[in-house]
C-alpha cells in the first residue's frame, strides 16, 4: 500500500514563498502519478499540479508553472512543490495524492480516482 505524507506547510507572509514535500512510501510508488489538490475553508478541493515517477507535469494551468512548480526525486521517494508569490488567496490545506499511471487522464482525473492520499499540510499566508 502506498502511503504519504507531506510537509513544509506554514505560516508565511504575503509574497513569501514555501516548498511542501510529499514523502511516497510503498512497494510499488514509482508507478504512481503524484498530485497536488487545495483545499481551502467553504471551497471545493482543486488540483494543483501533478508529476509522473519520469518527470513529465502536469498543471491545470501554464500561467501556474513558474508560480508553483512541482518536481520529484525519485531517490529520495519525495515529490516537491514549490510555492512562489503567495497571496491570501492560496491559504488553504495542501494534499498530495496518488494515483496509477494507466488511470491518470490529466488536470481533470477526477480526485476520487486517486487512490492514496495524505493527511495534509496547512499553508496560511498573511496580508
Known amino acids: 500500500q502506498v502511503q504519504l505524507v507531506e510537509s513544509g506547510g506554514g505560516l508565511v507572509q504575503a509574497g513569501g514563498s514555501l516548498r511542501l514535500a510529499c514523502a511516497v512510501s510503498?512497494?510499488?510508488?514509482?508507478?504512481?502519478?503524484v498530485g497536488w489538490f487545495r483545499q481551502a475553508t467553504g471551497k471545493e478541493r482543486e488540483f494543483v499540479a501533478a508529476v509522473s515517477w519520469r518527470g513529465e507535469t502536469t498543471y491545470k494551468l501554464d500561467s501556474e508553472k513558474g508560480r508553483f512548480p512541482i518536481s520529484r526525486d525519485n531517490a529520495k521517494d519525495t515529490v516537491y512543490l514549490q510555492l512562489n508569490s503567495l497571496s491570501s488567496e492560496d491559504s488553504a490545506t495542501y494534499y498530495c495524492a496518488a494515483v496509477r499511471e494507466a488511470f491518470f487522464t490529466g488536470w481533470r482525473t477526477p480526485s476520487g480516482d486517486y487512490d492514496y492520499w495524505g493527511p495534509g499540510t496547512q499553508v496560511t499566508v498573511s496580508s
Open positions: 510503498g512497494p510499488t510508488s514509482t508507478s504512481y502519478v
